[in-house]
């Protein structure tokens, strides 16, 4: 039973490493974040931070198990952490980087799966 929503946003999308965890759950369509975060390149995956820029994603309907997965692979509520976010298919979770990051790379335009064309280095302001 599909009970809730997360927007993924990096190796959990369609085509990423980590998409199979998604196999048994439903995808909603693709979507475009307001400009409220902030997309990092962590090496073999991005973190979301607040900032002043959109973010492109996939939501998905999740059932209990399967949000459990999410959580031990995000290693919530340390590493990320959960927070509710609107979209076109109602509120959904998405996943926010916590930890601190030394030199951070910011992927301009926000699209993990495009990232090559498009990352910048620069300081968290």
Excluded: Q
Excluded at 28 to 53: N, S
């Amino acid at each position: 039973m599909f009970t809730e929503k997360v927007f993924v946003y990096g190796t959990l999308r369609r085509g990423g490493s980590n998409h199979r965890l998604l196999r048994a759950s439903r995808r909603l369509g693709e979507w475009v974040t307001p400009k409220a975060y902030r997309m990092l390149d962590l090496g073999a995956y991005p973190g979301v931070i607040d900032g002043t820029d959109s973010i492109r994603g996939e939501v998905y309907a999740v059932s209990p198990a399967v949000l459990r997965r999410l959580d031990a692979l995000e290693d919530h509520p340390w590493r990320y952490r959960r927070r509710r976010l609107d979209t076109p298919w109602g509120a959904a979770w998405i996943y926010i980087h916590r930890a601190p990051v030394r030199r951070p790379r910011r992927i301009a335009g926000g699209d993990w799966l495009a990232r090559r064309a498009g990352c910048d280095r620069g300081r968290i302001a």
